[in-house]
Every structure is written in C-alpha cells, then in structure tokens.
C-alpha cells in the first residue's frame, strides 16, 4: 500500500516559493584567503551584472575556512539557479548556500 499524498512532501521552485524579483542572502564558503570576498563580488558584479552587498563572515574554528556573506537583489528564478550553479564553481569556493 503507498503512501498517502502530502503536498509538503513536493519539492517545490523556487519559483513557486518567491516573488521576483526579491533580496536574497547568500553564504559563499571556501578556503580563507584575503581575495575571497573579491571573487564574490566579482562574481556578482561583473559575471551576472548585479549590484551586492557583500562582507566577510565567519571563519572556522581552525581557520581553514571563510564565509563570505552576500545580499543580492535576484531579478529571476533563472539568476537563483544560475547563482548556485556557477557560484560553486568559482575559485577558492566549497559551497553556496
């Protein structure tokens, strides 16, 4: 027997959680280094053409790591997509959250 439906169980989109556009925080984790930020804000301001507000945040406990934290007006669901995406990829980040 399956189951039961539950509509929370349903992924959902963002899309269908936010309005666009909207401000939205977001966490840059990667290995401290002075440029860090610098590539954040490149990221955002040069390769996606969006205006941020970023700083530097926590570091780890042994130092190792850095967030970088990043308020961003999000014009689309497409650009939330392509933030996480391309963001993992950038040098010197582990993890966009």
Do not use: C, H, W
């Not at 939205?24 to 301001?45: P, W």
């Not at 939330?80 to 950038?90: T, V």
Request: glycine residues 6%.
């Amino acid at each position: 027997m399956s189951a039961p439906f539950n509509p929370l169980n349903q992924e959902k989109t963002f899309g269908e959680l936010l309005k666009f556009p909207t401000k939205v925080k977001f966490k840059f984790i990667g290995v401290n280094s002075s440029n860090l930020k610098l590539i954040v804000e490149s990221f955002f301001n040069e390769d996606l053409k969006l205006t941020v507000e970023a700083k530097e945040g926590n570091k780890s406990t042994n130092g190792k790591y850095l967030t970088v934290e990043a308020k961003v007006k999000v014009p689309s669901e497409e650009v939330m997509y392509r933030i996480y995406r391309e963001g993992a990829k950038l040098p010197d980040i582990l993890r966009v959250l």
